[in-house]
């Protein structure tokens, strides 16, 4: 009986690198596939986002007072809007973050490492600060029916006072710098038209000096980003060519 020849083991190796790259890398035409979704993806993203997020903010504006007053009868009567913003803000987290990931995959290996980690820390510290203000307004609606005594009304003005000032002052900061730093990755890659980089940096220092004047104000950054995602809906395909220029 002839026994079988083992193959040596460099060659047994390279079988097997070639097997594991040949299952889990894509070809060339599933990574053109997945780059031409990748700019409409963000833009769907931005969209849902840009809707749920004003909406919310939105409900909530028209239901909290900004003074801090003496009283907490607007809460008995605003409860259900407030409820239905915080309900309506993790869905538009999850775009948020979903446009996050498709936007940075579109800049491929020639993003700024500086810039993309200024733009990615401040979209998730943005997005980390409008949870808080939802979670304090929907613990706002809920003190209102738990809460009894003298020091009601002095807990739900102090929980208003913390919704307000998480969104509008650090929150859209935050947002600020988002832009600042995505319009520059802008600047870098010529991805976006000059017009919108230049719009883009206006709107953010407009936003860095202005947060605390009203909380309409925060309705600025959803609308910039349906603009935006607009816009890459349209220019998907020369943002697509102007990568694979890029990448050859």
């Given amino acids: 009986m ?16 070639s097997f594991w790259h040949d299952a889990f890398v894509p070809t060339s035409s599933d990574a053109a596939v997945r780059r031409l979704k990748t700019p409409r993806a963000a ?5 849902i986002f840009a809707l ?34 915080t309900a309506l803000m993790p869905f538009a987290g999850i775009s948020f973050l979903w446009f996050i990931g498709v936007v940075r995959d579109g800049f491929g290996r020639y993003e700024d490492r500086f810039f993309a980690t200024v733009f990615l820390g401040s979209g ?3 997005l980390a600060m409008m949870f808080v203000a939802t979670a304090v ?17 002095e807990v739900i003005n102090f929980g208003k006072m913390v919704v307000l000032a998480v ?41 860095l000096f202005v947060t605390d004047l009203s909380m309409w104000v925060t309705l600025v950054f959803p609308a910039w980003v349906l603009v935006v995602s607009g816009l890459i809906l349209v220019r998907s395909d020369l943002i697509e060519e102007t990568r694979l220029n890029h990448e050859t």
């Fill in 2 to 17: 002839t026994r079988r020849r083992e193959k040596p083991a460099a060659i047994r190796h390279a079988e097997a690198a």
């Fill in 137 to 153: 307004a929907a613990a706002l609606v809920d003190s209102n029916t738990r809460a009894v005594g003298a020091g009601r009304v």
């Fill in 124 to 126: 998730l510290l943005f």
């Fill in 43 to 47: 833009a769907l993203a931005g969209v």
């Fill in 52 to 85: 749920l997020f004003g909406t919310a903010l939105i409900l909530i504006r028209t239901r909290m007072p900004e003074g801090v007053g003496n009283t907490a009868e607007w809460l008995n009567h605003q409860g259900g809007g407030i409820l239905t913003a």
């Fill in 167 to 207: 969104s509008k002052t650090y929150a859209l900061r935050m947002a600020a710098v988002f832009m600042i730093s995505l319009a520059t990755i802008w600047v870098k890659t010529g991805l976006m038209p000059r017009w919108l980089v230049g719009l883009t940096y206006l709107v953010a220092v407009t936003v």
